[in-house]
């Protein structure tokens, strides 16, 4: 099947209004050797109840889990009804970017809400429309800091998510910049006297998380000052975005970027994407951030209305001297966001909280088994990192009974000797995490 | 209309939090009082407001579901309701990234099969579905140019881009520390030959070419392009933004081209939600495969799974793997039409394109009087001429006839550009009640041109003062 609407008698008086014999004569420009002489090799084409049925087939070669206690950077939330609801309106998800202000209200809007709620959580006073995701967000603040700095050293914190750190590695390549790592201490957290060793005039920014990839909450505000001392910036990241609901804003503490995934805010897993790079900085940086902004204005009659606004920082008007060469970004995960706060309000307190909870009393469980023990000691947030005997063992019988385990730490950390990384949403039912135990003995 | 922070009333709420069933330990305690907030921030409302609030705001937004969106280079064609369907498969959105290889048999096989498909419809001998857009395929696209020659030990500092390029193009090369050098276009509106051969030297990494270029028009010398890039020790990268005219009659692999990043939210019908998410897949020549991102998905005997083994990578450009629920769209896209299929896409996107060039070329001018591809390119400069009308005035005019305006100012080497992409999605009547739209407003112009320019009247606002924006930037509600 296909989604062309014309009819060979269609096709034929369009072809007479050009004045050409055939479809073939419009490609008359590509070289006769260079046009394909044949049908390419695709399977052949399906009929709408034929698609459903293969796909419903593809999907359901996949295994769903009856629990899942892989956190990692992708976290499994209740979506609340309202917000599939809004994201599946085709005046929303069938538009493009709102290039026509007066029938782009309602998206241009939306956009502007959602800056001032993720400007309210994480304590700056801008937020973008969004980037592709946390390690996109991380790595571009990260090139901005260098630029606008004029310095190319950049110092990661080892606790931040293993794939962003590879992530800022390649931005970083690209550029020219050098990456250093800054260790974490039994706490978890960052080591401050280490931090303070590698501080040097030619460091641009200190990526930070918090959480950190361990769930291991960090104390934002000593780590922007030591960063601003030697004239560095600070770069906070997060995990979830779900603990921005009871942790210090970021901002608050002297980040000069806050940045991470905000998937969590009502986006579902799909396997790893499309998620949504949350960037917000501080008004010094608003004429330099990347991605879309939207600001608002008035009309010729005076009435409140919204644009997207200081576009020279853009690609399509600054081109190579563009801040970033964002242009696509996602903004129906974006809304996804804006309706899922909404929805929530002031309750997303009480969702962290019980993400709290829950976190704890699995990790309290655990550590009451032989050979478990917490791996650090500083406070979390809804994932925890434990040494236990064997890690592979313990997933294959999480596994064994359709659960999916944590995350395998011996791979991006092999200094810990061995370990597990597990986390506990709301989604975690106490039977669950009862049951998970009781597998783990 | 008001704010949803207007509409805010403390001891609302909408979504309810379970009851805890564990011990609720005071987070004072748990995480100490220094790391935690003191207040939280966001509007309070109940369900229905919420959804009235975003029901206005959609009423507020113009899709392709509404009307015909012939926003040249932007490909916004009609996004078929099963992939939609399909895509929202509990098996497809509630797997974990890191759920073990044995659960996502069937998400790594799609992944596998549409890398290949589209190695097929391009003539390329793998893809990465890696890149989140089209421009992050581009970056991915030019970071494996970088590897390409750092892997045979030279440097070189350049990358040829043409003046009819796309902005995300040389924002790119620049991303990736390379400086930009601007090839000329001929008269034609082609790639100005002398001139790319007077700049291609051996210290010159690749030209980014887009074919057919943002004039709509295919590169006619094309063979002649890949040779000189090519006999310098140059690589040809393909900005398949354009794509939506080729697939199934050409293919870029075929045509010269070393490397290519697609739009899946252009030609293969994934729907643009707003400015996103999008998808930008990169597909190379066998000899650039081993520079590719990781994770790549291979297969044993039956069996998938991810590997990182690739040790010439050039790394990750994101977490995970893609945006995975795009990729299941443009499967399923890919799988519904076939072969056949694919081919009317491209023959009846240019199709479209051309009746509409020959339906206005008496009322508006030509950029370039050439039978073009997915897209005509027209000049308001007669307009302006004439009557003092501006082509944004023109646009503008458009949404008081229902229709979303054509990309204008763009490409920047036609001044007072008018961009027209159809798509092969659109009947004739569509077509033919949107070049009356644009003749009626031609007319009005040289009869009323303060009409034209005081559009739009029917729109929920006029004309917003871009300026003001800019000067004092408000990006974010400060009151209450």
Redesign the interface.
Same mark, same amino acid.
């Given at each position: 099947m296909d989604y062309v609407p014309h009819t060979p008698e269609d096709q034929k008086e369009m072809l007479k209004a050009i004045g050409v014999e055939d479809l073939e004569a419009l490609f008359a420009d590509i070289p006769a050797k260079y046009r394909l002489g044949r049908l390419l090799d695709l399977p052949a084409p399906l009929a709408e109840q034929e698609i459903w049925e293969h796909m419903s087939s593809l999907a359901a070669r996949n295994r769903l889990p009856g629990a899942t206690l892989t956190g990692a950077g992708a976290y499994r939330h209740y979506i609340p009804a309202v917000v599939s609801h809004v994201v599946g309106r085709s005046e929303f998800y069938t538009a493009y970017t709102p290039y026509q202000a007066e029938i782009s209200q309602g998206i241009l809007q939306a956009i502007y809400e959602y800056q001032t709620m993720i400007a309210r959580l994480t304590g700056t006073q801008v937020a973008n429309a969004s980037m592709y995701d946390g390690a996109t967000a991380m790595a571009e603040a990260a090139v901005l800091s260098a630029k606008s700095l004029g310095r190319s050293r950049l110092l990661v914190a080892r606790s931040v998510h293993p794939e962003y750190r590879k992530v800022i590695g390649t931005y970083a390549w690209a550029n020219g910049y050098a990456c250093a790592e800054i260790p974490f201490g039994a706490t978890g957290q960052i080591e401050r006297d280490a931090l303070r060793g590698l501080l040097d005039d030619r460091t641009a920014a200190v990526l930070v998380q918090s959480p950190n990839f361990f769930g291991v909450i960090e104390d934002i505000g000593p780590l922007a000052d030591l960063a601003h001392r030697r004239g560095a910036l600070l770069v906070a990241g997060f995990t979830d975005p779900t603990s921005l609901g009871i942790l210090k804003a970021p901002g608050d503490s002297g980040a000069d970027f806050v940045v991470g995934e905000g998937q969590g805010f009502g986006n579902p897993l799909h396997y790893g994407g499309p998620y949504l790079g949350i960037l917000a900085s501080t008004e010094a940086f608003m004429r330099k951030i990347p991605g879309r902004l939207v600001g608002a204005t008035v009309d010729r009659e005076g009435r409140r209305g919204y644009v997207l606004t200081l576009q020279t920082r853009e690609q399509h008007i600054r081109r190579e001297k563009a801040t970033s060469n964002i242009c696509s970004n996602e903004a129906l995960c974006m809304l996804a966001a804006a309706v899922y706060l909404a929805s929530l309000g002031k309750n997303l307190k009480r969702l962290a909280a019980l993400n709290v909870w829950k976190a704890n009393y699995l990790k309290e469980a655990l550590a009451a088994l032989p050979g478990w023990t917490p791996l650090f000691t500083g406070p979390v947030y809804n994932e925890f990192a434990m040494s236990c005997p064997d890690a592979k063992e313990a997933n294959r019988r999480l596994e064994r009974a359709g659960f999916i385990g944590g995350y395998d730490l011996s791979k991006d950390y092999p200094e810990l000797g061995g370990g597990i990384l597990l986390c506990a949403t709301e989604m975690l039912r106490r039977e669950d995490m009862d049951k998970a135990v009781a597998l783990l003995t | 209309?008001e704010?949803?922070?207007e509409k805010?009333r403390p001891g609302?709420?909408?979504?309810?939090? #379970?009851a805890? $069933?564990? #011990?609720?330990?005071p987070?004072e305690t748990?995480?100490?009082p220094?790391?935690?907030?003191d207040a939280? &921030? =966001? %509007?309070?409302?109940a369900?229905v407001d919420?959804?009235r609030?975003?029901?206005?705001? +959609?009423?507020? &937004?113009?899709?392709? @579901?509404?009307g015909f969106?012939p =926003?040249g280079s932007?490909t916004?064609?009609?996004?078929?309701k099963?992939n939609?369907?399909?895509a929202a498969?509990?098996?497809?959105? @509630?797997?974990?990234?890191?759920? #073990?290889e044995?659960?996502?048999?069937?998400?790594l096989?799609?992944l596998y099969e549409l890398a290949g498909?589209l190695s097929?419809?391009c003539g390329m001998a793998d893809f990465t579905l890696q890149p989140?857009?089209?421009?992050?395929g581009? =970056?991915t696209g030019?970071?494996i140019i !970088?590897k390409h020659f750092e892997r045979k030990g030279q440097r070189r500092a350049t990358i040829l881009i043409p003046d009819t390029a796309?902005?995300?193009n040389?924002?790119?090369?620049?991303?990736?520390?390379f400086q930009?050098m601007t090839v000329r276009s001929d008269a034609e509106g082609g790639i100005d030959i002398r001139h790319l051969r007077e700049l291609m030297t051996r210290d010159v990494a690749g030209l980014m070419l887009t074919n057919p270029n943002t004039l709509g028009?295919?590169e006619?010398n094309?063979?002649e392009v890949a040779a000189i890039v090519h006999r310098k020790g140059g690589l040809l990268y393909c900005d398949g933004a354009n794509a939506n005219a080729l697939v199934?009659?050409?293919?870029p692999g @075929?045509?010269g081209f070393d490397i290519i990043q697609l739009?899946l939210?252009k030609t293969f019908?994934t %729907?643009?939600?707003?400015?996103? %998410?999008?998808s930008g897949p990169v597909g190379v020549k066998r000899h650039l495969v081993p520079f590719l991102?990781v994770p790549r998905v291979v297969k044993r005997g039956k069996r998938y799974r991810w590997s990182e083994d690739f040790p010439h990578s050039?790394?990750?450009?994101?977490?995970?793997?893609?945006?995975?629920?795009?990729l299941?769209k443009a499967y399923?896209y890919?799988?519904?039409?076939? +072969?056949?299929?694919?081919?009317?896409?491209s023959?009846?996107a240019?199709? &479209?394109a051309?009746?509409i !060039?020959?339906?206005l070329r008496g009322h508006y001018q030509l950029a370039y009087d050439?039978?073009c591809?997915h897209e005509c390119v027209f000049t308001g400069e007669r307009q302006l001429q004439e009557s003092g009308v501006h082509t944004t005035d023109i646009?503008?005019r458009l949404?008081d006839y229902g229709f979303?305006?054509p990309?204008i100012y763009?490409p920047l080497i036609v001044r007072e550009a008018i961009m027209i992409e159809p798509t092969?999605?659109?009947? !004739?009547e569509t077509l033919d009640q949107f070049c009356e739209a644009m003749i009626s407003i031609a007319r009005e112009a040289r009869e009323n041109p303060e009409l034209v320019r005081s559009a739009?009247l029917t729109?929920?606002?006029?004309? =917003? @003062? $871009?300026v003001?924006?800019?000067r004092k930037?408000?990006?974010?509600?400060t009151l209450c």
């Open positions: - | 209309m704010l949803i922070f805010s609302r709420t909408a979504g309810t939090i #379970p805890s $069933d564990v #011990p609720e330990t987070l748990l995480i100490g220094d790391l935690l907030r939280l &921030n =966001l %509007p309070e409302l369900e919420i959804v609030h975003y029901t206005r705001l +959609a009423r507020r &937004n113009f899709g392709v @579901d509404v969106y =926003l932007c916004m064609k009609y996004n078929p099963v939609e369907r399909v498969l509990d098996g497809f959105t @509630d797997l974990h990234p890191y759920a #073990p044995a659960f996502a048999q069937g998400n096989q799609l498909y097929e419809i989140a857009a089209g421009a992050h581009e =970056l030019v970071m !970088k796309h902005g995300t040389p924002a790119s090369v620049a991303l990736c520390g930009v028009l295919f006619r094309i063979e199934g009659v050409t293919r @075929d045509l739009n939210h019908s %729907p643009h939600g707003c400015g996103g %998410p999008g991102p050039i790394g990750r450009v994101r977490a995970f793997y893609g945006n995975f629920n795009v299941v399923t890919i799988r519904s039409l076939g +072969a056949a299929g694919i081919r009317r896409v023959e009846n240019v199709l &479209n051309n009746y !060039k020959e339906r050439r039978v591809m646009a503008k949404l979303h305006p990309t763009f092969e999605t659109e009947s !004739k739009p729109t929920p606002v006029r004309r =917003l @003062d $871009d003001l924006a800019a930037p408000d990006v974010c509600w």
